[in-house]
Nanobody, 124 residues
Framework: QVQLVESGGGLVQAGGSLRLSCAAS????????MGWFRQASGKEREFVAV????????DYVDSVKGRFTISRDNVKNTVYLQMNSLKPEDTAVYYC?????????????????WGQGTQVTVSS
């Protein structure tokens, strides 16, 4: 049974930092691309960042470039999202997701497995 478990969310002031983690089990982690998505209240889920299985390829939505960094540890079966210079508009539930085909895609529908999400709230 595949499980993706996010952690590290919380309440932070604007300009602050958080580091999200997503621990994976039940899958061959090192073969999957891993993505982070977010969903603000009343909005659709949107792509944030993705990293290929090797860690060589990464992609970010423009609004987080230069502030967020995605990374992974294929020994610990964990993907991370370091979030710096947080803004109130970053407030959302953040989800990690696994892409079996390692396409490093931005498309929600192409991810095979999802975590339950972790809340990030940035106060102004």
């Amino acid at each position: 049974q595949v499980q993706l478990v996010e952690s590290g969310g919380g309440l932070v002031q604007a300009g602050g930092s958080l580091r999200l983690s997503c621990a994976a089990s039940g899958l061959t982690f090192r073969t999957y691309a891993m993505g982070w998505f977010r969903q603000a209240s009343g909005k659709e889920r949107e792509f944030v960042a993705v990293i290929s299985w090797s860690g060589i390829r990464t992609d970010y939505v423009d609004s987080v470039k230069g502030r967020f960094t995605i990374s992974r540890d294929n020994v610990k079966n964990t993907v991370y999202l370091q979030m710096n210079s947080l803004k109130p508009e970053d407030t959302a539930v953040y989800y990690c997701a696994a892409d079996l085909w390692d396409t490093a895609t931005r498309k929600v529908d192409e991810y095979n497995h999802w975590g339950q999400g972790t809340q990030v709230t940035v106060s102004s």
